[in-house]
T-cell receptor
Framework: GAGVSQSPSNKVTEKGKDVELRCDPI?????LYWYRQRLGQGLEFLIY????????KSGLPSDRFSAERTGESVSTLTIQRTQQEDSAVYLC?????????????FGPGTRLLVL | AQSVSQHNHHVILSEAASLELGCNYS??????LFWYVQYPGQHLQLLLK??????LVKGIKGFEAEFIKSKFSFNLRKPSVQWSDTAEYFC?????????????FGKGTMLLVSP
């Protein structure tokens, strides 16, 4: 597609439920990033995928968070047993390659509200 | 680890006023610097970036930023703002030799331009 797409746009869930967020990167982009933006905060790095290499999960805040990506395609971010502090906008970005710094292109985000 | 500080959380200007948004980073090595903008209801977009060379970088929509290495700063400027510049602005940094380009963001500055 023309840009990074994410779904759903908005998600309201109850505390304790699991949620799954989806990201479709720009076609041909090998690097994919997940970030979180909580109210009044900057973006926090969560996880990074580069091709078929092992992902960098160093930003995941707890073991309730996990993400998968198959090859250079769609990625899903899963939050298990959601808590109110998980409420945030979850942003996905992709870039052409890695190893050298490349511009990241961001999706519109998924706004998650945990009641 | 690197960090980014944006001095102003909110800025209110009248149209035609000059703009300068402060950004300072802390990191001991060489960095790449970015300004991203998020217009109301839209996703994060790249405004400009500095990788190397001329420290005065020109971006889209008349914005520019100057990298001052001795001050660890990358302030964003525009001589005359327009109502359409109302948006949230994020400064971001990544170490040049990080192997990949995970961005560290500041908390953002919300700019409101009154007509």
């Amino acid at each position: 597609g023309a840009g990074v797409s994410q779904s759903p746009s908005n998600k309201v869930t109850e505390k304790g439920k699991d949620v799954e967020l989806r990201c479709d990167p720009i076609s041909g982009h090998t690097a994919l990033y997940w970030y979180r933006q909580r109210l009044g905060q900057g973006l926090e790095f969560l996880i990074y995928f580069q091709g078929n290499s092992a992902p960098d999960k160093s930003g995941l805040p707890s073991d309730r968070f996990s993400a998968e990506r198959t090859g250079e395609s769609v990625s899903t971010l899963t939050i298990q047993r959601t808590q109110q502090e998980d409420s945030a906008v979850y942003l996905c970005a992709s870039s052409q390659t890695s190893g050298v710094v490349e511009t990241q292109y961001f999706g519109p985000g998924t706004r998650l509200l945990v009641l | 680890a690197q960090s980014v500080s944006q001095h102003n959380h909110h800025v209110i200007l009248s149209e035609a006023a000059s703009l300068e948004l402060g950004c300072n980073y802390s990191y001991g090595g060489t960095v790449n610097l970015f300004w991203y903008v998020q217009y109301p209801g839209q996703h994060l977009q790249l405004l400009l970036k500095y990788f190397s060379g001329d420290p005065l970088v020109k971006g889209i929509k008349g914005f520019e930023a100057e990298f001052i290495k001795s001050k660890f700063s990358f302030n964003l400027r525009k001589p005359s703002v327009q109502w359409s510049d109302t948006a949230e602005y994020f400064c971001a940094v990544t170490p040049m030799n990080s192997g990949y380009s995970t961005l560290t963001f500041g908390k953002g500055t919300m700019l409101l331009v009154s007509p």
